[in-house]
């Protein structure tokens, strides 16, 4: 868990994303990491962030874990004909209904 919790944080981080958190209790709100431009602190802040996570592990009820898998699909498009939604993700047959 800690490897693939690792790894998911210097993706992120490496995608140029501000800030990153987890779901451990213990490390409180979101990491901001410097910008993409200053890459030795940002890189120390990363391997900063990934040793606290580390640290703290996955003691009992101190993080959450879970998943989400979407069970279905439904096309987006253009034409009530030929999808299930618009451009918005709103239901062509049900007003105020987006998936």
Do not use: H
């Not at 490897?3 to 140029?16: Q, T, V």
Request: glycine content about 12%; some cysteine.
């Amino acid at each position: 868990m800690l490897d693939g919790l690792e790894k998911a944080i210097r993706i992120a981080a490496a995608s140029g994303v501000e800030a990153v958190g987890t779901t451990q209790t213990a490390l409180g709100t979101l990491r901001v990491l410097p910008p993409m431009s200053m890459v030795e602190a940002r890189a120390a802040a990363v391997d900063g962030l990934v040793a606290d996570v580390r640290c703290d592990g996955f003691p009992l009820y101190s993080a959450g874990l879970y998943s989400a898998r979407q069970m279905g699909t439904c096309k987006m498009g253009s034409s009530a004909q030929t999808s299930v939604v618009n451009a918005d993700g709103q239901n062509w047959e049900v007003s105020g209904l987006f998936v």
